[in-house]
């Protein structure tokens, strides 16, 4: 089963628990994840959204962010870097 939740704080943080397949938390060296871990590049952040081998963030200024499988451009942006990066 691929089940991930991100959990948006009130200000603005990140935490994440759950599968990290894809790399979808951001970040190769996490494995599932069993407590919520913040996710320390993700701030000033007024939504997110987990699917099943991606995530989202949407700043409070109106940028996306996006992390997770990229082979084929997935993400909206070049390269094959998992790391959460703006579209």
Do not use: Q
């Amino acid at each position: 089963m691929n089940t991930s939740t991100l959990v948006l704080h009130k200000d603005g943080s990140v935490s994440c628990f759950g599968s990290n397949s894809k790399f979808k938390f951001g970040s190769s060296d996490m494995e599932d994840v069993k407590v919520p871990r913040p996710i320390k590049s993700l701030t000033n952040i007024a939504k997110v959204s987990c699917g099943y081998w991606h995530s989202l963030a949407l700043t409070h200024d109106g940028r996306v962010l996006s992390a997770g499988y990229n082979k084929y451009g997935e993400l909206g942006r070049e390269g094959s870097d998992s790391a959460f990066d703006y579209i």
